[in-house]
């Protein structure tokens, strides 16, 4: 089991002691999961905190053995302002962990792709009408963050009958800092062309690859994680979506020696570390 390097109160504590501080600061949860603070505002992108799909798959012809320790009980996240999911697979819209976290911010923002907005509603255990849908191209303004809907291909650029895309990735800008966090995703044509634009400081993006044996939706491997950091001029990028199930991962020093022979500012995370940045 892989130990966190902050987690429970040593990670509570790191939190709190940075509120109200110029910049932002972005933990590293785990899977693809993301805690990002602005001033003294809280933000969660795609949380996993439970071993919710461990337990549903267990005795399966597919179990999701779990390699990293889970860094924080969501019951004990009771400062968040704002939750965004990705897509509706358990590893970025978990009702163990989205559950809990609404019962303890009971005024707590939750933005989704609309496609998926009565599912999201139906896994957090909420009414009807608070998700908030977003599909690709749309903007909204929230709690001191501005967040842009981005196409995601997991594997395809799926839609549903309404024609709204399944799986989305956000840019959030906040501070003047620009954070692009892809959900899951492959390449597709373009993809570089739409975020480019937005001059990224930050990207977050998967790197286990798309494997067909392993019979789920496949993701970026580490030199397309590179690529396309590289394509959209990303300041730094962080790497993620690996080390959660032993099925499904990959080894991270592939995407540290990749970026380091293209040339691109990049950085790994270990569980619970913080990354901070701040524009002058």
Known sequence: MIVARQKDDALLADIRSRCGLPGVDLWWLGQSGFLLRAGDRHLLIDPY????????????DKPHVRMSERVIDPDRLDFIDLVTSSHAHTDH???ETLGPLFRVNPGLQF????????????????????????????????????IHAI????????????GRHLYLGYVIETCGIRIYHSGDTLLYPGMEDLLRPFQVDLALLPINGNRPE????????????????????????????YDMFTFNTADVGDFEREASRVGIGHRVLQLGDRCSLRKD
């Open 49 to 60: 905190l439970s071993d919710s799909l461990t337990k549903k798959y267990v005795g399966t």
């Open 93 to 95: 819209l978990d009702p």
């Open 111 to 146: 933005i989704v792709p609309a496609s998926i907005a009565p599912l999201a509603a139906e896994r957090a255990g909420i009414d009807a009408d608070r998700p908030i849908g977003l599909d690709a191209g749309e903007r909204i303004d929230m709690e001191g963050f501005s």
């Open 151 to 162: 196409p995601s291909a997991h594997n395809g650029l799926d839609k549903d009958a309404s």
């Open 214 to 241: 392993r019979r789920v939706a496949g993701n970026l491997d580490a030199c397309e994680a590179v690529w396309l950091a590289s394509a959209i001029g990303a300041g730094l990028t962080i790497p993620c979506h």
